[in-house]
């Protein structure tokens, strides 16, 4: 209400009704993702508190997120949670939380490769590992999952960079190079590389059957033969939403013949793999990722892709052109992945992958408090 000296009072429905809590929190950009970082000593100990906590930071179920950090976008609406302490060998412990959007939950059943490349470089900035001269290797582990991942960072003369030159599909400013490396000992999530031994299989969904690769190597997903859908696996994104739409169903159905829990949003990873743009080698890729096409590739969804690939009859195989038959490759054993905007290049041990590595870029982009009410 307005008082008679024109000074707004504040009504009873409008009075304060809790306090504001202020997190330390660090924002990263890890290859084509935005990440807050939090610090397990600064937050709740029980995992429904850092829940309920990390929902109204982000600010969901607004599908703006207006009164939060969240960027409105699955690539921007992510954290991890982050030991404290380092340890002498470079090992990182973390947990990784995909909050949702459009309702108030967290997911921490999958991974995501680019916030991994942000943490990798955060772990040298903070302190958590030690640099070293030349490069630093970090390995970081997301204790929920398993996921161990190694990144590879310059550290001359033992000083982390700031800022960097590296440019990468998908993002627009550079970054500090950081290579990233996925091994297959501990790229399941469930046990099982291929849960159901079958190149492919078939998916039901509506009344109409979709063949697809289902594989869980960086995180589950289930890849799709784009013909099916009557695509090519290269379409714009205003011609996939009919696939978006569908592309819940598809996960839930996926899930079930995967034998993995079928109510999670963020795996299986779903999308569609179909032959390169004429004239080049590898396949071109879109993926969906929490209910959006995504604008470029979650690095474990390019793992699943790389280690279908080696997988004789499966969806990836029978859709990529090799060397031998198109011009432009740039040799040794690497797969050319197809996008919306540009291709991401991964690099392979051997034709059935048990390493898989991308160049990526990461920066540390903010570091502070976040203020977040205590409702």
Not at 5 to 32: F, H, K, M, N, Y
Not at 82 to 106: C, E, H, M
Not at 291 to 310: C, N
Not at 312 to 336: K, M, Y
Request: net charge negative.
């Amino acid at each position: 209400m307005t008082s008679p000296t024109g000074t707004v009072q504040l009504g009873e429905s409008d009075s304060p009704r809790t306090s504001v809590i202020q997190v330390p929190a660090a924002l990263v950009r890890g290859g084509t993702s935005k990440c807050w970082i939090f610090r397990q000593s600064d937050l709740p100990a029980d995992t429904a508190d850092i829940e309920r906590l990390l929902i109204r930071t982000f600010g969901s179920p607004d599908l703006r997120q207006i009164d939060g950090v969240g960027g409105a976008s699955s690539t921007t609406s992510k954290a991890i949670i982050v030991d404290d302490l380092g340890s002498a060998d470079g090992v990182v412990n973390y947990r990784f939380a995909q909050v949702a959007i459009d309702n108030p939950s967290v997911e921490w059943d999958s991974n995501c490769g680019n916030c991994a490349t942000g943490l990798g470089l955060y772990a040298l900035h903070a302190r958590l590992v030690t640099p070293a001269d030349g490069v630093s290797r970090v390995t970081i582990v997301n204790t929920l999952t398993g996921l161990s991942l190694v990144c590879e960072v310059p550290t001359p003369g033992g000083e982390v960079p700031t800022y960097g030159a590296r440019q990468i599909p998908g993002q627009y400013y550079p970054g500090v190079p950081v290579d990233i490396i996925f091994e297959s000992s501990s790229w399941t999530s469930f046990e099982t590389e291929m849960p159901t031994g079958h190149a492919v299989d078939e998916v039901t969904v509506r009344g109409r059957t979709f063949h697809a690769t289902l594989i869980d190597a960086g995180a589950p997903a289930a890849l799709f033969d784009p013909q099916d859908f009557g695509f090519t696996g290269r379409e714009d994104a205003e011609e996939l939403e009919e696939l978006v739409a569908l592309a819940p169903e598809l996960r839930s159905a996926a899930a079930k013949v995967m034998g993995i829990p079928s109510h999670l949003t963020s795996i299986p990873k779903v999308g569609i793999v179909g032959p390169p743009p004429a004239g080049e080698t590898g396949v071109s890729a879109r993926m969906i990722s929490m209910g959006a096409l995504h604008p470029a590739i979650g690095l474990t969804s390019a793992v699943a892709i790389a280690a279908a690939s080696g997988r004789a009859g499966s969806v990836v195989a029978n859709a990529a052109v090799s060397n031998a038959e198109s011009a432009g490759h740039d040799g040794g054993d690497t797969l050319a992945i197809h996008l919306l905007n540009g291709a991401t290049r991964t690099a392979l041990d051997a034709a059935v992958p048990t390493k898989v590595a991308f160049q990526r870029s990461a920066r540390v982009i903010s570091e502070g408090t976040v203020l977040v009410p205590g409702d």
